[in-house]
């Protein structure tokens, strides 16, 4: 197949600026060859296309180009309610997440909430999710069928719950263990689709429950697992009385054996500093969902004692608790958090926020050798940003100085309307309507 070549302006965070210098690199007019949807070379434009006089060019000038975006918690069933502004975490499950999840009962149902959910995503950058599926079996394969035509990569697995939820969202351990088995089987690994096994959270899972997640995973070991942790104290409070020989909320995963380095925890606000050494001694990640957190007002992220203990953070929407697919808007709200934090303050710069939508999110799955940046060998998954004609970004970045503040300024402007394009493995799956194909380069623009 012949190899195009991407002329753009790109940026990416092959290295962890939370432990490097210098981790944001950058490329002013630069070029990106893919062949069979891998980066196989990058560099300068001139040099590459000197080099491969025949590849075909895409000429994304006029923007900037960035690795796809991560999502690392966001829940399927939750796209129609996003909005449910005024409640706390266990208030809001009962009276908005809950009912409209028991809808996914019916299949048909399920399948436009799962389109609906799916360009949620791809219109606004995501190219990867770890994604809290339905409760039902039949949701997650009209799920599974919609992800592999919308071109996207998922990592999504059935929610699984037998108690203090609603009886239609309840199941057994038993067909628990035989749904997610087969849904397996018949799932993960196939095209761009892997599963997560995913136990709701230990509030809503027996011991049982948690047991039957975990021979899943020992039955196949190549699988992710996520639930959520420590998100609210009502919560917390809660699985304490429900787990009283638990040294604590973590424990209750731990006993069952369900840690390791593909284990992804949202939330995590209340963790203590035992969890935290657990967390880091098994390679888990903290799913950091700063928009959800701020408006379920489940409390203050504790980043730096996070990274201080060695524990790997990335960022989730957690939509619907969350209030929206932007990775942008995500990764804003984090910064905005810890410039509110009293004294464990980090300081994020926009490469910190780049690294945590993209980089960190690979990390989190595993997959930090196929996806997450632009060094050669890894899948061209990216985003196009490209302001409107007349916008206040466009303007915006005709006039930044340096490659940090065109990061800042696309943080703090940027919306879905600024995504032009968007590429998984090579292939287009979202492309803007109505917008000119990016030849013409307005003035002043990177
Ligand atoms: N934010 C959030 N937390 C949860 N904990 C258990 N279920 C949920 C959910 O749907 N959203
Ligand atoms: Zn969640």
Known sequence: MTPMLYRATFMHTPLDPFREADALHVQEDGGLLIGGGVIRSSGDFAALHAAHPDAPVTDLRGGVLLPGFIDTHVHYPQVRIIGGLGMPLLDWLDRCALPEEARLADATYARAVAREFL??????????????????????????????????????????????????????????????????????????????????????????????????????????????????????????????????????????????????????????DRELHVMAAHHCSAAHCPCSNSSLGSGLFPLGRHLAAGVHVALGTDVGGGTGFSMLKEGLQAYFMQQLQAGDRVALTPAHLLYLCTRAGAQALDLQDHIGDFGVGKAFDAVWLRPGAGSTLEAVLQHADSAPGTLAALYANGTQADVARVWVGGDPVYDRPHTPSGTAVPAGMP
């Not at 039949?138 to 697995?157: K, P, Q």
């Not at 761009?192 to 959270?201: D, H, L, N, S």
């Not at 995973?217 to 809660?238: G, K, Y």
């Open 119 to 272: 360009g949620g995503l791809a219109r606004n950058g995501t190219t990867t999710a770890l994604v809290f599926g339905s409760h039902f079996a039949g949701a997650m394969d009209e799920f599974f069928d919609e992800a592999a035509t919308s071109g996207l990569r998922t990592v999504a697995g059935q929610v699984v719950s037998d108690r203090m939820l609603r009886g239609e969202l309840h199941t057994t351990p038993e067909r628990a263990y035989a749904e997610g088995k087969a849904l397996i089987e018949r799932w993960h690994g196939q095209g761009r689709a892997r599963y997560a096994v995913t136990p709701r959270f230990s509030l809503s899972a027996s011991e049982g429950m948690l047991d039957a997640c975990a021979a899943l995973m020992r039955e196949f070991p190549d699988v992710h697992f996520t639930s959520h942790l420590n998100e609210n104290r009502a919560e917390i409070q809660t699985v304490r009385g429900l787990f009283p020989d638990a040294r604590d909320y973590l424990d209750t995963y731990d006993r069952a054996g369900l840690l390791g380095r593909r284990s992804v925890f949202a939330h995590s606000v209340h963790t203590t």
